[in-house]
């Protein structure tokens, strides 16, 4: 196919276009040019899509067969870009999020649950999940039956720029007493980056529409299969000290900003209790080994580092002060 991604160099967008590269796929990417350079056989266009009419030049009179976008700002830039493909492409994949589901999410939510409100033509950066809703409303109307919505929950593996399972394999390795949330029997659902790249490349080509809930099947892992997994990839000698959602909260730990990937059993809902059934019917493969997705994320990690904006975001993650303290408390 010839694919656009719109983005392209950080970890969503990086990894659709290593997986377009390798399928074969004549790959476009576009944006600002700023943050790294486009990979070796790729078209690079260059515009800040905020601005519609260098949107419009960079684009000229091409047409591709796929565009794939991870857009999370201000929905009218994603409704823009939208209506200006949707003449000149014949598939949208848009990579949302399940956070657009209407809290308490119900257990085995399947794509028919009900989600929050959100405008297409909203053009401020505001709540993330209103602004993701927004988002696929946007695809929606330029590409109706033409669209794919993807909502992951957390995507692991290499190139990850959010500060989830970065700042978690930092602190295994760093070892001693880690303090582990909630239970080790907690539920996790999770889609390696890489394989949701493919499958959003194989949908485009079969011309797949609709929404789908995109990770690995319900009760599949666990939190402590997750800790226990980075111990061994990274070689850690770390004591996991389990903590309940009750000491936690007590403390004023913040879930899933404090410690990534944390929600309590009262905040969860549905959330880790997803049905998948309609993706995984259209292809998408979660089959990778836990320990491999790890593996591959430590050992970019170690090879690249952080991206440099994750190395001064001193919001990711628990502060060692309060970790002590509420490892103190634990006993």
């Not at 080994?289 to 975001?313: I, N």
Request: glycine share 10%.
């Amino acid at each position: 196919m010839r694919v656009l991604v719109l983005g392209g160099t950080h970890y969503v967008g990086r990894a659709l276009v290593e997986a377009a590269l390798a399928r074969g796929d004549d790959v476009s990417t576009l944006n600002r040019g700023l943050s790294a350079p486009a990979a070796r056989g790729v078209e690079s266009l260059i515009a800040d899509r905020t601005d519609p009419r260098a949107l419009r030049r960079a684009i000229g009179d091409q047409k591709w067969d796929a565009v794939v976008d991870t857009w999370n700002g201000a929905p009218r830039v994603i409704a823009d870009s939208s209506a200006l493909l949707a003449d000149r492409v014949r598939h949208f994949g848009y990579v949302s999020s399940w956070v657009v589901y209407r809290p308490p999410v119900p257990h085995g939510a399947d794509e028919s649950a009900a989600v929050i409100d959100g405008d297409p033509d909203d053009s401020a950066d505001g709540f993330y999940p209103t602004a993701k809703r927004g988002a696929e409303l946007g695809v929606l109307r330029a590409f109706g039956d033409r669209a794919l919505i993807a909502r992951p929950g957390p995507m692991l593996g290499p190139y990850e720029d959010v500060g989830t399972l970065t700042w978690w394999l930092r602190r295994i390795e760093r070892g001693g007493r880690v303090l582990a949330p909630g239970a080790p029997d907690d539920p996790l659902q999770y889609v390696d980056v890489r394989d949701h790249a493919v499958w959003m490349l194989d949908a485009a080509e079969r011309g797949i529409g609709g929404t789908f809930n995109t990770v690995c099947a319900r009760g599949r892992h666990t939190m402590g299969e997750l800790l226990e997994a980075m111990c061994r990839v990274t070689g850690s000698d770390a004591e996991l000290v389990w903590a309940g959602d009750d000491i936690l909260m007590a403390e004023g730990v913040r879930p899933y900003l404090d410690i990534p990937l944390w929600l309590p059993a009262a905040m969860r809902g549905g959330i880790h209790d997803v049905d998948v059934t309609a993706a995984h019917d259209a292809g998408l493969d979660t089959g990778r080994p836990l320990e491999d997705t790890l593996a591959d994320t430590w050992s970019w990690l170690r090879r690249e580092g952080e991206p440099p904006w994750q190395q001064t975001d001193t919001r990711r993650g628990l502060d060692p002060a309060t970790e002590q303290r509420v490892l103190d408390k634990v006993g």
